[in-house]
């Protein structure tokens, strides 16, 4: 995509977008936080992933169904005598297929749709401001299935979904995928199994064509060498956009 907006040295470049994917544990968040703070570029920052917990911006209908949520399910922990927590987190659980019939499935892929296109008409006005903007996390990396799968017997609103995001939803102009051996990973973020790691790498790998372009990096090393692995790539982008810019 390409704008005006964003100068170095009198030069117009065109604007960006830069999707940071990876397994948990890979640092997605802390390296896009530390870029936003320290790049020289006019960096914006919008989690692009499915938790609403998560989310930095989030369609004011979404809160409150996540709200309705949490209280559901504390009520369904009191009900089976199990403990409460004091801070519920449905992370892995909130997305999981809605079993609830038919209207239940429309009613999911409408707040998944509109909450997709409400951040990307974020996106597209941060741009329009002369930013480039990291994406923490991607839809089309969460929530299409890998290239393989796309023809695999789904739900018809889960293939509605799909079409949405593969067909008319903008691509990354830049997706970095932050990698690490899954025992690394396991070790910085104990919350899923190596196996479950391993097999997300693995799909995130396989998942390569939903990206413009696709780099990896090795998530492995310390936060400072990750961030500026990662910012070398963006000044280079970057440099990239401003030669073949208008």
Not at 122 to 143: E, T
């Amino acid at each position: 995509m390409l704008a005006t907006g964003i100068r170095r040295g009198g030069v117009t470049a065109g604007m960006s977008t830069i999707a940071l994917i990876g397994p948990d544990g890979s640092g997605k968040t802390s390296v896009a936080q530390q870029l936003v703070a320290t790049s020289s570029l006019p960096l914006k920052y919008i989690y692009m992933g499915t938790s609403i917990e998560s989310s930095n911006i989030a369609l004011p209908t979404s809160r409150l169904v996540h709200r309705f949520k949490v209280r559901q399910h504390r009520r369904a922990l009191v009900r089976r005598g199990e403990e409460v927590p004091h801070e519920i987190t449905l992370h892995g659980i909130e997305h999981r297929q809605d079993r609830r019939g038919r209207i239940g499935a429309v009613a999911r892929l409408l707040r998944r749709v509109s909450e997709e296109t409400y951040r990307q008409l974020w996106s597209w006005a941060y741009q329009l401001r002369g930013n480039v903007v990291v994406y923490d996390r991607h839809f089309l990396f969460d929530s299409l299935p890998r290239p393989s799968e796309r023809g695999s017997k789904r739900r018809l609103t889960d293939r509605i979904h799909d079409w949405f995001l593969h067909r008319l939803y903008p691509r990354p102009d830049l997706t970095i995928l932050l990698a690490a051996a899954p025992q690394v990973l396991y070790g910085r973020k104990q919350e899923v199994p190596v196996d479950y790691l391993t097999t997300d790498l693995e799909a995130l790998r396989s998942k390569r064509e939903y990206a413009k372009e696709f780099v990896e990096v090795d998530a492995s090393e310390s936060l400072e060498a990750v961030v500026a692995a990662v910012a070398v790539l963006i000044e280079g982008h970057f440099e990239s956009a401003v030669a073949h810019g208008p």
